[in-house]
């Protein structure tokens, strides 16, 4: 067995376990400070629209029950297959015809060549060997196809000594992603996309829950715009997201 499958096969049960019981309670808090996602939300119904998507690495709590609507078709992928089985038990509960779900190893899909229109994550290319990732990823997308990812970045020695702190909460072979990461990206997309997240908003979550909890945030958020102008501080945020854009003209139907 070489050491890609062994890495396989231990992500595979560590999120197998995330399935029985989650990990990252603890830190669920501090992702009130991003908004909890919702710029990648935005963007994610913005271009799923009349699209053929895939979500890659769906975990047990799939993303696209929030596009199934307004997407052609959703496809799903994870390499736990507890996950996928809880995926598709949650789908058939909905009632929803247009979505399927496979499990399948991220880095080798089993797609054909430009299958889909959409491909997107939170949370997932700093699980895998970043090059075999942005490689299949554009493969599966047809010409002008977009990627969408919502990412944590690991240039911030604060975050990376809380990491080290909380060995527990990731996988041994998880890495936020680094510049040199993006660079691998430009290597497999026309178009690159980045905006970044979470700095001083952080500071914002003992309030979250209190009457002044939205407008710390919006204060921090606002504080976060300014700092990101400053030359290299963009890189001390906490999260990024990625749109990247295949090279042709979008082969969607009209």
């Known amino acids: ?29 501090y ?20 699209a053929d998507i895939l979500e890659y ?14 997407c052609r078709s959703a496809t799903a992928i994870d390499i736990s297959d507890m996950a996928i089985d809880s995926s598709a038990r949650q789908a058939d509960d909905l009632g929803l015809q247009n979505v399927r779900f496979q499990t399948m190893n991220a880095e080798r899909m089993t ?5 889909f229109d959409l491909v997107f994550g939170r ?13 299949e990823i554009s493969r599966v997308l047809r010409p002008g196809g977009v990627a ?26 998880e890495h936020p992603l680094v510049r040199g990461d993006f660079k691998i990206a430009q290597r497999y997309f ?10 001083t908003s952080v500071l914002s979550v003992p309030w979250r829950d209190t009457g002044f909890g939205d407008t710390v945030l919006s204060m921090t958020e606002t504080l976060d715009r300014g700092l990101f102008r400053v ?9 990024c997201l990625m749109e990247m854009k295949k090279a042709g003209n979008d082969t969607r139907l009209r």
Not at 58 to 68: K, N
Not at 160 to 167: E, K
Request: glycine residues 8%; contains cysteine.
């Open 1 to 29: 067995m070489d050491s890609v499958d062994t890495r396989v096969i231990r992500e595979r049960d560590y999120q197998n376990g995330r399935v029985v019981e989650e990990t990252r309670k603890t830190q669920g808090k």
């Open 31 to 50: 992702y009130a400070a991003i908004n909890k996602g919702s710029y990648f939300e935005k963007a994610l119904a913005r271009l799923s629209r009349s």
């Open 57 to 70: 690495g769906c975990g047990h709590l799939p993303i696209l029950f929030t596009v199934a609507d307004i």
């Open 111 to 115: 797609f054909p060549d430009a299958s």
């Open 123 to 135: 949370g997932i290319i700093h699980h895998l060997d970043t090059e075999r990732s942005f490689s």
């Open 148 to 173: 969408l990812f919502w990412e944590p970045l690991g240039h911030n020695l604060a975050l990376n000594f809380y990491r080290r702190l909380t060995p527990g909460a990731r996988t041994p072979d």
């Open 190 to 199: 026309s178009q690159l996309g980045l905006s970044f997240h979470g700095l």
């Open 231 to 239: 030359p290299g501080v963009k890189w001390q945020a906490w999260h």
